[in-house]
């Protein structure tokens, strides 16, 4: 069984840092991308960042300088540092997987950690 499970989440003052980790388990994930994308109450899933198998990056333009996202060594992992936060930023942040081949797209998701930036 194929599982995403993330971490790290918590409530922290505007200005201040978290680090999400997003640990994967079930499959190889060496060739498929990762990424993290976030719902806030009443939004649609929006992505935050991405990260192909190859590292290359992709930024949402909201975060973009103040998000960084990085793979771990054991290429199951995802982080997301998160600096500079804003009270919009809150919202329950997803770990994604997603690999497209010529049969399709296979995906999964996590079930999600809840970010709180509040004074």
């Known amino acids: 069984q194929v599982q995403l499970v993330e971490s790290g989440g918590g409530l922290v003052q505007p200005g201040g840092s978290l680090r999400l980790s997003c640990a994967g388990s079930?499959?190889?994930?060496?060739?498929?991308?990762m990424g993290w994308y976030r719902q806030a109450p009443g939004k649609q899933r929006e992505l935050v960042a991405t990260?192909?198998?190859?590292?290359?990056?992709n930024y949402a333009g909201s975060v973009k300088g103040r998000f960084t996202i990085s793979k771990g060594n054991a290429e199951n992992t995802v982080y997301l540092q998160m600096n500079s936060l804003k009270p919009e930023d809150t919202a329950l942040y997803y770990c994604?997987?997603?690999?497209?081949?010529?049969?399709?797209?296979?995906?999964?998701w996590g079930q999600g950690t809840q970010v709180t930036v509040s004074s």
């Open positions: 079930g499959t190889i994930f060496r060739f498929y991308a």
């Open positions: 994604n997987a997603a690999l497209n081949t010529g049969r399709g797209r296979t995906e999964y």
């Open positions: 990260i192909t198998s190859g590292f290359g990056t």
